[in-house]
């Protein structure tokens, strides 16, 4: 079947522009999780979603970030009036349940803010 | 604080050497640890987890409470090894999986 995808899988941003970057997480999954990486770090974890609730925001970096997922199944991560620093790849993973379980990595999409 | 250290960015070896990826991690409770991949130009998957206690494409890992490491090793590199390994931490307080920076292992033929 199908694994993770995200759209798009590259952007390139003006500073000061808003962004959406989205997640088709595996079919049934009911745990989604958006993480950040930049360059030479490891993922770093913005947020996750139990189906259409938010339980976890804690890792997003400032308000201008925002995420949802209305239906539980597609995840849309918004970051607003963008910044240089916003410049990473942005991770997408699912999971059967929870982060315990094994995750299922998208392919990420790489913003570049300039 | 919960942290997962991953002492070497870069690791080069040859190809029939044994190999052992360093991890450390700081966790007040009962740690769950994970080992993932990333091979050029795919994405990030799992390679094995503590709890199951298996070997996965040669590579094995086992838990030290003592030194707190979840060290990952194989006897003999293979060139199809070469990729980034991350160790992540599964914190039950949080319900979030910490990753280390990632080592890059690179198997010379």
């Known amino acids: 079947g199908a694994g993770v995808s995200q759209s798009p899988r590259y952007k390139v941003a003006k500073r000061g522009q808003d962004v959406a970057l989205r997640c088709d997480p595996i079919?049934?999954?009911?745990?989604l999780f958006w993480y950040q990486q930049a360059l030479g770090q490891g993922p770093e974890f913005l947020t996750y979603?139990?189906?259409?609730?938010?339980?976890?925001k804690s890792g997003l970096p400032s308000d201008r970030f925002f995420a949802e997922r209305p239906e539980g199944s597609v995840s849309t991560l918004k970051i607003q009036r963008t910044q240089q620093e916003d410049s990473a790849v942005y991770l997408c993973a699912s999971s059967s349940q929870g982060a315990r379980e094994t995750q299922y990595f998208g392919p990420g999409t790489r913003l570049l803010v300039l | 604080a919960q942290r997962v250290t991953q002492p070497e960015k870069l690791l080069s070896v040859f190809k029939g050497a044994p190999v052992e990826l360093k991890c450390n991690y700081s966790?007040?409770?009962?740690?769950?640890l994970f080992w993932y991949v990333q091979y050029s130009r795919q994405r990030l998957q799992l390679l094995l987890r503590h709890i199951s206690r298996e070997s996965i494409k040669g590579f094995t890992a086992d838990l030290n409470k003592g030194e707190t490491s979840f060290h990952l090793k194989k006897p003999f590199a293979q060139e199809e090894d070469s990729a980034m390994y991350y160790c992540?931490?599964?914190?039950?307080?949080?319900?979030?999986?910490?990753f280390g920076q990632g080592t890059t292992l690179q198997v010379k033929p």
């Open positions: 079919s049934g999954h009911v745990s």
């Open positions: 979603f139990q189906n259409e609730a938010q339980l976890d």
């Open positions: 992540a931490l599964y914190s039950s307080n949080t319900g979030k999986l910490i």
């Open positions: 966790y007040s409770g009962s740690p769950e």
